[in-house]
């Protein structure tokens, strides 16, 4: 059984005040969730990755299409028992410090006295908040408010999670942290399901990714299989030598970018061959620096499927009248 389900959706809102026209936020998205695996969900800011979340939260509700959790539709008690949450760009009781608020929250689970206390202040260690979380939140940075937020979603222990931006705010050390965590949760058999446009964290954490675009999924699977991890080329730095007197073409040499102390990037095609590049380099008098593969990367992907989507001319989302 899938962790998640979701089949055709779509969602239409109405926009504009005199003569309000449907415009299609999502439209036929189709994505299947196994357990116990870290699911990126990708795509520009506007690509609909917020609405998604919200339907599987059910705080909008879908135009078209199904959505199954752990087998179940989303609004099942026992499936919201089960799950966590962490929205973008999270609000919380500014007078309450961060134990307040968590004990509030595990009590809304029904965690009694002392495992609630005890629960919340493991999950503040593992977040970060130390002294602080005596204080009151109004006096919290956006990047402490994305940590306390982390917290209450993991505060049931649940079984599937829903992170909606979960590095907005933080510095490079709380990325860390957040990264760190996340494998946690996989390890621990919880299923990690996390929107974002932070392509190098999905890179680092992700087994499978869909891409949205424009409210429509232009690519899904393993990272792997959408990257194949190509080989665009190699990189060849030398010194010693005058690249430009270097039979360039013969050698499938792209481009010679001069760098500092003499040296000089050879950018070398993918059928290339490095070693009789690096010998010819030698009978010069030069030297080699260094070599280095250059591959297809998710950031080269995505942008790639974001371009072909919008010369598709896929990007208008107003439906047509009448």
């Known amino acids: 059984m899938a962790a998640i389900d979701i089949d055709g959706l779509t969602k239409d809102y109405l926009v504009g005040f005199w003569r309000p026209r449907p415009y299609r936020a999502l439209d036929g998205v189709t994505l299947r969730v196994e357990a116990n695996e870290v699911f ?6 506007g690509a609909g990755k917020t609405t998604t979340l919200k339907l599987l939260m059910q705080l909008v509700y879908p135009t078209a299409g199904t959505i199954r959790i752990l087998g179940k539709p989303p609004g099942d008690l026992g499936v919201r028992r089960r799950i966590g949450f962490l929205p973008e760009a999270p609000y919380f009781y500014d007078y309450l410090t961060a134990e307040e608020f968590l004990g509030y929250v595990a009590g809304l689970f029904g965690i009694r006295e002392p495992e609630r206390r005890t629960r ?83 890179e680092a954490l992700c087994s499978r990714a869909g891409i949205l675009v424009a409210g429509r999924m232009v690519a899904s699977g393993r990272i792997a299989d959408m990257l194949a991890f190509q080989l665009a080329g190699w990189e060849l730095v030398v010194s010693g030598v005058d690249a430009a007197a270097l039979p360039l073409s013969d050698l499938h040499v792209r481009r010679v970018t001069p760098l500092a102390d003499g040296r000089h990037a050879l950018d070398l095609e993918p059928d290339a061959d490095p070693e009789r590049v690096i010998a010819e380099c030698r009978s010069r008098g030069g030297r080699t620096v260094s070599l280095n593969p250059l591959r297809t990367t998710l950031e080269d992907f995505f942008v790639e499927q974001v371009a072909a989507t919008q010369a598709a001319g896929q990007a208008g989302r107003f439906m047509p009248e009448g």
């Open 120 to 202: 919340v202040g493991s999950l503040l260690d593992r977040v970060g908040i130390g002294a602080e979380r005596r204080l009151p939140m109004r006096r919290f940075s956006k990047g402490m408010l994305q940590r306390v937020g982390l917290a209450q979603a993991l505060v049931n222990d649940p079984d599937v999670v829903f992170l909606d931006e979960p590095m907005s705010g933080l510095d490079p050390i709380g990325r860390r942290d957040v990264r760190a965590l996340i494998l946690e949760l996989r390890d621990r058999g919880c299923t990690v399901f996390f929107s974002s446009h932070i392509l190098s964290d999905a």
């Open 40 to 45: 990126g969900f990708l795509g520009p800011n």
